[in-house]
């Protein structure tokens, strides 16, 4: 009942100091694992919706990642209105694939000064009329209050650069023996025109507009480890979904509120799946307070008793 009625950020925030590591310490392995599977729900959605085309579900995963939260959708729709099968008929020249991408965000329906965009503009013209493609609306895109670098002009041409360099990428990454070689496949720069523009027509300071550390950390942590995770799984290769537990571990953990609020409380994470797992602990068991389901809830209530 008092910990029903508790007024803290979780229930057991005053006893949790009492809790023995090695019991949060399993308890945060486990919840890693639970977060995967949960993970694997949403994946299975989208590999129907491509008809069990791994890559296709790969590339469309990817795409809605690099939307981030506030342009995930747009970002999922232009991958739907966009089947990999046809960026890979032009996967060795890089101009009619960003022409693709930005003609189907809807981002080349207006008229241009600058000769890149004009360029890009009757390349999609052509191939919009070639493979009968239609555009989403330009109106789905939200530009308030995020960072110029994450502008969807500048993901988008990061994810040119991405398909242009990387053939069969899902393949690969499941080749991958290492996080360090798992990163150097999205360790991608934008074309020429990117390094002084973040909009069309917008001249800005000149700046090298790639994928940083963190950026590609998280891409990994939330797109594509679950995914290797999801394949292991589906394809009975239990190897598979260790490796993916591996990689968690190799990585650093996430920085958030719910982590640094952790950190105050017990300790810091060691690594990216038990920050994971402090996501899925604060959500999913302290916020609806299942403490009778909680490990550490567990041993304080029989420490009490």
Known sequence: EALIAHKSWVPCAAQLK????????????????ERMEQRVQELE?????????????F????????????????FEQVAKSLPLKLLAKHKNQ?????????GQAGLLAQIFTDAYPVELQKEYDFLRKKYALQPIPASAWKWMRLRPANFPTIRLAQ??????QSQHLFSRVLEAEDVTTLSRFFDVTPSTYWRNHYQ???QSRTRVKKLGKTAINNLLINT????????????????????????????PPEKNSITSKWAALVRPAAHAGESQAML?????YCDPVRCLQCAVGNKILQQSS
């Open 159 to 164: 994810m040119a650069q991405l398909i242009f």
């Open 280 to 284: 899925q602990l604060k959500k999913n």
């Open 45 to 57: 959605t989208v590999l129907q919706w491509t008809n069990n085309n791994w890559e296709e579900a």
């Open 224 to 251: 594509v480890i679950p995914f290797v995770f999801f394949y292991g799984r589906y394809k009975s290769q239990p190897n598979l979904q260790e490796k993916a537990l591996n990689w968690l571990a190799a990585l």
């Open 200 to 202: 069309f027509d917008k």
């Open 59 to 74: 590339y469309i995963r990817l795409m809605r990642y690099m939307g981030m939260k506030v342009n995930a959708t747009p």
């Open 94 to 102: 890089l101009l009619p694939l960003e022409a693709m991408l930005f």
């Open 18 to 33: 009492s809790v023995d590591a090695v019991v949060w310490t399993t308890w945060l392995e486990r919840l890693a694992i």
